[in-house]
T-cell receptor, first 119, second 113 residues
Framework: AQKITQTQPGMFVQEKEAVTLDCTYD???????LFWYKQPSSGEMIFLIY??????QNATEGRYSLNFQKARKSANLVISASQLGDSAMYFC????????????????FGRGTSLIVHP | NAGVTQTPKFQVLKTGQSMTLQCAQD?????MSWYRQDPGMGLRLIHY???????DQGEVPNGYNVSRSTTEDFPLRLLSAAPSQTSVYFC????????????FGPGTRLTVT
C-alpha cells in the first residue's frame, strides 16, 4: 500500500525567503507520480507541480520546484521568494500503478502542511 | 468549461437523514473520486470510479454509496447521516494515468447534528 508522510504540521517563513516543505513516501512500485497541491483559505485545491518516478531531473514550475530524491523516497516542495499569497495548506500526493498492476491511478494524499508567510 | 461542479456548497443534516451530494464534470474525464477532508487528516478517499458503470471503495467507504451511470456525473449518497460524517467533501476528476493531476470541485461543507 502507498503512504505519504508530511511531518511538518505548520511552517513559518519570512516574505521573499525560500522554504522547503517535506514529503516522504512509501511504495513498492517502480512507476508512480508525485504531486503537490495548494489549498488557500478559500478552500479550493490548486495543482502546483508533478514529478514522475522515472524523471531524472527535478520538476520546476515558476517559483516551485520539487526536490526529488528517489533513494530516500522524498519529494520535497521548495518555494523560492515566498509571497504573502503563498500562505496556505500544501498537500503532497502520490499516484500509483494502474489497473494492469492491480491498482488504480487514484492518488493518496498526505495530511498537509500549513504554511504562513510573514511580511 | 465549468470544470468540476459540486452542489450544494453547504448542507446541514440531522442524524439519520439521507442526502446526495452532486458532482459533475465536463472534461470527459474517465476517473472520478470523492474525498473527505477533516482537520489534521488530509484528504481521504471515500469511493472512486474508473469509468461509467465501474466504482470501487477507497479508504473510508462506510456510510457512503456511489454510482456512475454517465461519464459526467458521480453522486455521493449518505445513507443515514452521522455526526462523524461532518466534513468537507471534495469531488475530483482526471484522465487515467500516473502523470495526470486531479481537477477538484469547490467542495461541500456538511454538518451533521
Amino acid at each position: 500500500a502507498q503512504k505519504i508522510t508530511q511531518t511538518q504540521p505548520g511552517m513559518f517563513v519570512q516574505e521573499k525567503e525560500a522554504v522547503t516543505l517535506d514529503c516522504t513516501y512509501d511504495t513498492s512500485d517502480q512507476s508512480y507520480g508525485l504531486f503537490w497541491y495548494k489549498q488557500p483559505s478559500s478552500g479550493e485545491m490548486i495543482f502546483l507541480i508533478y514529478q514522475g518516478s522515472y524523471d531524472e531531473q527535478n520538476a520546476t514550475e515558476g517559483r516551485y520546484s520539487l526536490n526529488f530524491q528517489k533513494a530516500r523516497k522524498s519529494a520535497n516542495l521548495v518555494i523560492s521568494a515566498s509571497q504573502l499569497g503563498d500562505s496556505a495548506m500544501y498537500f503532497c500526493a502520490m499516484s500509483g500503478p494502474g489497473p494492469s498492476s492491480g491498482g488504480s491511478y487514484i492518488p493518496t494524499f498526505g495530511r498537509g502542511t500549513s504554511l504562513i508567510v510573514h511580511p | 468549461n465549468a470544470g468540476v461542479t459540486q452542489t450544494p456548497k453547504f448542507q446541514v443534516l440531522k442524524t439519520g437523514q439521507s442526502m446526495t451530494l452532486q458532482c459533475a464534470q465536463d472534461m470527459n474525464h474517465e476517473y472520478m473520486s470523492w474525498y473527505r477532508q477533516d482537520p489534521g487528516m488530509g484528504l481521504r478517499l471515500i469511493h472512486y470510479s474508473v469509468g461509467a458503470g465501474i466504482t470501487d471503495q477507497g479508504e473510508v467507504p462506510n456510510g457512503y454509496n456511489v454510482s456512475r451511470s454517465t461519464t459526467e456525473d458521480f453522486p455521493l449518497r449518505l445513507l443515514s447521516a452521522a455526526p462523524s460524517q461532518t466534513s468537507v467533501y471534495f469531488c475530483a476528476s482526471s484522465y487515467p494515468g500516473l502523470i495526470y493531476e486531479q481537477y477538484f470541485g469547490p467542495g461541500t461543507r456538511l454538518t451533521v447534528t
